[in-house]
């Protein structure tokens, strides 16, 4: 399934100030970047950083007091690998890839090491595999509102879990958090997603089952096979889509996702909740 | 029912130093003292306080450098007010006596306004009434794993919600701040308590229900009709049995709780776990 | 010094909800209310309460679905006691009134208990007495941001203390949480002020040094001798201006406060900073 | 300057559990391990992997119920970069290697996004450079106090900000969270050090200044230059030296660090204090 999406970002600077974007979308081998297009309002030298494990693409922007515009447009082509649920199990601490373990740890905005016990009273008793992970999503978004500028950047795993209310980084925190509980490896996923009302970054996670990394939104606001990753981290500290160093006010925000028809699309090629379990790393 | 109770604490002071104690029974129409005796090595002159309304009693010394030893003995009976459950409806903020609000607002250790959703969450389709407050002591049995000196005199409700472990001051104060989270008034309960094992001061809490206070022990430890009141308050920060101001290190605590057999015992006169609701103010 | 004062509150409601007003000034010895006038529209019968030790003044609608409106206004002499800052001390926890000693232990937006260290790092070896809590004003009004909307409901001395910025409210807690850590006890003050711009409720706090509670504003937004005082509680949890049971919906607030010029007006009678202590109670 | 230095850790296991150990000291040109030697009784075959951005060593082992013994013994020979500390300035965000930019983010014991304005208020004025970084570890040395035991694995630099309370891992964090507060990358740095007493782990925290990585150590408790570097991290999450799944329990745990006398020693080749800066990285 192919997508054309893209953003375009307008700012006001009162002073030289330097801007370190994550917003392309990120070339692998189960999302292929098949063109993309980075304007940038004046024309800026810039330095590029694809982050070696997530690769993840950054870019900084050293812009002087004014106006900055910056439109990124890409064409993505999504091949991701499908999988019956059932036949997923969890993977055991002595068996997991090393360079898997420091997705288990703590970190700013899911702290597991305080969750422990409630993740165990919760999911502890249920069957090991994708389905615990399933639980976990249904969990939460059966426990916690989603409403809109409930939270802060300051919110984390730990606050919602109590306060019981959040947006889709939240809710996103809130998983990988209860999965490191539970010593299944998972992670913080950015990403454009096609369906958001309004149209918005979005952000889900990844547990790290039967030897992939499988793609998971308990936020339920948009098919999973929608979903088109720009990064992955620890938490939302890793893939914040833009961060400021000067004096930087954001005056407007523009995202678009669109699915590109193809004349030889199959069913998995519309944009559609599905119970299958999507492997995107 | 009556019982004889009391303590026995030894200190060691390197300065002079004040102490405030919060230890005696409180002498109200559900629990009068018969007899009580208070002494103090060496020989203090030292200030009394009831707390005009919940008739807490305080008393303080100023203590030279050296050793120093409070026992307090007394001869309580209970006349506790029984009630079927069925009966008890919860009081409408409309309704509630207007010195009775104060037990709904937020305190040190029972941050209701940040646990409003989880309450609503947990227990807001219950039926109102005395037996929704059971479903809150049951739920906090049923989830906070009881274990001695995994809390320390920093936790509070917010801590122990998610954290799900602590000790039974722990247990009164997540019980309180549901409460109130509901708009139900409750307070804290520092007692002595027949059956601990080991003899500690013991602490529950009270709710305020068919305008009677009723209490309520989510730790399950001790039957409730032997639960001897030492203080109500906000939450532990009122009725902490012992307050220093120098330098005091504790060097013994010794508790005991004794029934006193009578002749004309009824089956309600010994000390019994009961599903019957029991008033305390 | 004489001011006239008031409030008009607009509400909204969607249903029979009970609200709970603190917002008539308190009538002591130290500020005397020479007239007053509630007017509530529609015309309701209210359940009025005056808390015994502090004097504030509660009164509790059960208000039906429509708009509710709410008009106070009063006219208020000061009678301040004025002393010298040098001469007052503060009052060892051995000779403290028993009565005050709740206003030593940590409250919910005050967390004292968490604050020690803090408080005897900055202030510890400062000389008692009122300066050393004009040093912790000063302290506050220096490190701290006053910031409009920085905070929320939620937000304790705890977290201003670290994140160092707040509104009227956040200083006083602040301010309280570090008397308390010292053995001060302190308590919030709700209060009208001359001079705040826009007008609003406002929030300082007293200490009880030299067995007198004197005011103190770390605000420094008016002058002291031009605060109005409606309730004093352990903090802001206890005075609530209103607090809502049901669906109730602000529409407007406006307050005034002017002084009623005199013809035998002294020096002292004109709202104005001054480095003499003001005793309120 | 060579150190011969190791640590023995023995465990008791009550089932088939999974350890992960990160106890080697690196490999890198500021350090070289002359030889290293590892025993694991009983035997058994171990993974091992070294994280490439930091180079820190891990070995997992899959150990069955009984005794566990861990036996680490190496040489290592450090040749630090040392640089005036007036020379080295900070290194602006438009200019940092963007490898370097993750280090800048909060982290699961070091928010610095909460201690902005802290950290503001303290260090915003001071000239930028290796001096600002020594004025935070100065400020923490003389505003913290060093109490063993005081703190937990929950313990985070938020609350020793305001604690004011901890151990030579929460000196670390709260020097990283003002670094990274003031836009300087920092990070945290698990080590063997030579005089500390009792023997144990150490943790201290390097900072990104002119362009190389330089030793920090708030805590004071040993020289900079006996410090042999185990693994760099976010924070103490990534660099535990010991991760269990399973049942484990520590029986025993033995470091030594002992300077290796080399007959051509020079004055900066003996455990020292020193005004110098060091690079390690």
Chains 1, 2, 3, 4 share one sequence.
């Not at 961060?243 to 006010?249: H, S």
Request: charged fraction near 20%; charge should be negative.
């Amino acid at each position: 399934m192919k997508f054309n999406l893209g953003c375009q970002l307008k700012y006001s600077l009162t002073q030289l100030s330097t801007l370190v974007f994550n917003i392309s979308a990120i070339n692998n081998e189960y999302q292929k970047v098949l063109q993309s297009h980075l304007q940038i309002e004046p024309q800026l030298v810039f330095d590029e950083y694809i982050e070696p494990y997530a690769k993840n693409q950054y870019f900084r922007l050293n812009a002087p007091s004014g106006k900055l515009e910056i439109s990124y447009q890409a064409t993505v082509e999504l091949s991701h690998f499908y999988e019956k649920p059932d036949a997923i199990p969890e993977v055991l601490p002595g068996d997991l890839p090393l360079d898997t373990l420091h997705y288990l740890y703590p970190s700013r905005y899911c702290q597991s090491d305080k969750l422990t016990r409630l993740a165990q009273y919760e999911f502890g008793d249920l069957k090991p595999g994708y389905s615990r992970v399933t639980a976990i999503c249904n969990w939460i978004y059966d426990n916690v509102s989603y409403l809109s500028f409930s939270s802060n950047q300051n919110t984390s795993a730990y606050d919602t879990a109590t306060e019981r209310v959040g947006v889709c980084r939240d809710f996103a925190h809130l998983g990988i958090a209860f999965c490191r509980a539970l010593n299944i490896p998972a992670r913080f996923v950015s990403a454009y997603a096609y369906g958001l009302n309004p149209p918005d970054f979005h952000a889900c996670f990844e547990a790290y089952l039967g030897h992939r990394w499988y793609l998971f939104d308990p936020s339920r606001l948009v098919p999973q096979n929608a979903i088109i990753r720009i990064g992955t981290g620890r938490d939302a500290a890793d893939v914040s889509f833009a961060t400021f160093f000067g004096a930087v006010q954001m005056e407007q925000m523009r995202l678009f996702v669109e699915p590109v028809q193809d004349p030889d699309t199959t069913s998995q090629d519309t944009p559609a909740y599905t119970s299958e379990a999507i492997a995107t790393g």
